[in-house]
């Protein structure tokens, strides 16, 4: 199979190599000439045998937008595009009426992995039309983990992505959860050596997982995690995912707060506690602190 890849970043990059590694030819294409193996996407496309599959590998929004529109132009009829990025499914039905127009077929995927993926294989969740996803199936099959797991169809256009949405939604609630304990051991004085503790839960126990894993490497790498500060962004997933079950009456209270927690970390201070703070004074005389007060400095 001949496939062009359109973004050569951590992740598109070493899926490059796992699809060379599996002996399909991939021509790269990226905006640093250092990683690209082309001068354009024009150049790319013009590379490639027909039926054309063109895998895009960009930032969601507006990177995404622009690659596809200008794709449109330089493909054809029976053509694929592949959008492995982590867009938004309803931005899926946009693109894939885009290139319909053109009867160029449009597959979205959903790719879980990470950096590791090169060594490990790639979770795919794809969504399109089963033609379509077809004539990009050697390359599912180059880059997931084995030839029995880590691929799925999961229906129709924009699946892919709304199941990859729900499945960082569903990270983000474990790494919280793995968090809440890991602090709350660190807090008691009985517990000698909180990094073992986790390593044990490693093998054998219902809370082993790969992200507990990566918890116990960070924390062997840099005991007390004190080269990294309590500050967490969110990428988008997790806010889609709340909305999305709100607008499917589904109630996901704990995705919702680990997606909450995540804002708190990047307070400095927190409007909402000082009005707590000023009304437990109005109603009951609470004693407050001093915005220049430090916390650890008893009230007077």
């Avoid at 569903?170 to 602090?183: F, L, N, R, V």
């Avoid at 390593?199 to 960070?218: E, F, H, P, Y």
């Amino acid at each position: 199979m001949h496939i062009g890849l359109v973004g050569l970043g951590k992740m598109g990059g070493n899926m490059r190599t796992r699809m060379r590694n599996a002996g399909l030819t991939v021509i790269g294409y990226d905006r640093d000439p250092e990683l690209s193996d082309v001068g354009s996407l024009a150049e790319m496309v013009e590379q490639l045998p027909s039926p054309k599959v063109v895998w895009v590998m960009v930032p969601h929004g507006d990177p995404t937008h622009s690659t596809i529109t200008e794709l449109k132009e330089l493909l054809s009829e029976g053509d694929v595009v592949v959008d492995g990025g982590n867009s938004r499914w309803t931005d899926d039905e946009i693109h894939a009426a885009q290139l319909a127009e053109k009867n160029i077929g449009y597959v979205d995927c959903g790719v879980s992995g990470g950096v590791w993926g090169l060594e490990n294989g790639y979770a795919l969740m794809a969504g399109g039309d089963a033609a379509d996803v077809a004539k990009v199936q050697p390359a599912f099959d180059a880059l997931r983990p084995d030839a029995e797991n880590g691929f799925v169809h999961a229906g129709r256009v924009g699946a892919g992505h709304f199941s990859k949405m729900v499945h960082n939604g569903i990270e983000y609630a474990m790494m919280q959860a793995y968090a809440e304990g890991y602090e709350l051991l660190e807090a008691v004085d009985m517990v000698d050596n909180v990094t073992e503790v986790l390593n044990s839960w490693r093998v054998g126990t219902v809370v082993r997982s790969w992200l507990l894993d990566l918890l116990v490497k960070a924390l062997e790498d840099d005991p007390g995690l004190s080269k990294v500060r309590g500050y967490a962004e969110d990428s988008g997933e997790g806010r889609w995912t709340v909305e999305a079950a709100i607008a499917n009456s589904v109630p996901a209270p704990t995705i919702a707060a680990s997606l909450f927690a995540r804002f708190v970390s990047r307070q400095d201070e927190s409007a909402a506690m000082q009005a707590v703070a000023a009304m437990r004074q109005q109603f009951g005389g609470h004693a407050v602190r001093a915005a220049e007060e430090s916390p650890d400095v008893p009230n007077p």
